[in-house]
C-alpha cells in the first residue's frame, strides 16, 4: 500500500493506444498525478475525468504529467478518450494487479476504488485523496497539492 513519503511504485500499463507505459520514465522529470477510477464513461468518472481535463492546461502550466487508470480495456479507454477529449494518458489494469501495488480497494466491498496520487518531481508521494462520491474534488485536491510543491 503505497502511504505519503513513498515513492511511487514502478509499474508499465498499455495506454488507450495499447502502447506501453512506463511509469518510471516521467520520475524525475516532472510531478506525476495517478487517478485511479471505477470505469469508463459512468456518471462519476465523466465528472472526475472532464474536471481533469478542464483543468489540463493549468496543470501543464505547472510541469504536471497525468494519468488515469481503471481495469477497463484499451478499446474501451479509446472510446472514452475520444468522445470526452480527455487530454491524457488512460492505463488499462485489467488484473488490478496496480490498483493492489497502490492498495486501491474496493468501496463497500463493491465498486472499484476512486483515489489520487500526487507525486512530486523525484517520485514522492506528497499527496493522497480518496473519495468515491466527490469525483470533482479530486481535481481541486490535486491542484492545492501541486501548488504546495
Given at each position: 500500500?503505497?502511504?505519503?513519503?513513498?515513492?511511487?511504485?514502478?509499474?508499465?500499463?498499455?495506454?488507450?493506444?495499447?502502447?506501453?507505459?512506463?511509469?518510471?520514465?516521467?520520475?524525475?522529470?516532472?510531478?506525476?498525478?495517478?487517478?485511479?477510477?471505477?470505469?469508463?464513461?459512468?456518471?462519476?468518472?465523466?465528472?472526475?475525468?472532464?474536471?481533469?481535463?478542464?483543468?489540463?492546461?493549468?496543470f501543464k502550466l505547472k510541469?504536471?504529467?497525468?494519468?488515469?487508470?481503471?481495469?477497463?480495456?484499451?478499446?474501451?479507454?479509446?472510446?472514452?478518450?475520444?468522445?470526452?477529449?480527455?487530454?491524457?494518458?488512460?492505463?488499462?489494469?485489467?488484473?488490478?494487479?496496480?490498483?493492489?501495488?497502490?492498495?486501491?480497494?474496493?468501496?463497500?466491498?463493491?465498486?472499484?476504488?476512486?483515489?489520487?496520487?500526487?507525486?512530486?518531481?523525484?517520485?514522492?508521494?506528497?499527496?493522497i485523496f480518496n473519495s468515491?462520491?466527490?469525483?470533482?474534488?479530486?481535481v481541486s485536491e490535486a491542484?492545492?497539492?501541486?501548488?504546495?510543491?
Amino acid at each position: 500500500m503505497v502511504k505519503i513519503g513513498d515513492a511511487l511504485p514502478h509499474f508499465i500499463l498499455p495506454d488507450e493506444n495499447e502502447n506501453p507505459v512506463n511509469i518510471s520514465d516521467y520520475i524525475g522529470e516532472e510531478p506525476i498525478i495517478v487517478f485511479f477510477y471505477p470505469k469508463d464513461d459512468t456518471p462519476g468518472c465523466i465528472v472526475e475525468a472532464c474536471s481533469f481535463r478542464d483543468n489540463y492546461d493549468e496543470f501543464k502550466l505547472k510541469g504536471v504529467m497525468i494519468f488515469g487508470i481503471s481495469s477497463d480495456d484499451y478499446r474501451s479507454h479509446l472510446n472514452f478518450k475520444k468522445k470526452y477529449s480527455l487530454p491524457f494518458p488512460l492505463l488499462s489494469d485489467e488484473d488490478l494487479a496496480v490498483h493492489k501495488m497502490f492498495g486501491v480497494t474496493k468501496t463497500l466491498g463493491i465498486f472499484p476504488g476512486r483515489k489520487t496520487y500526487i507525486a512530486d518531481w523525484k517520485g514522492f508521494v506528497r499527496n493522497i485523496f480518496n473519495s468515491q462520491l466527490f469525483p470533482k474534488r479530486h481535481v481541486s485536491e490535486a491542484l492545492n497539492a501541486i501548488n504546495r510543491l
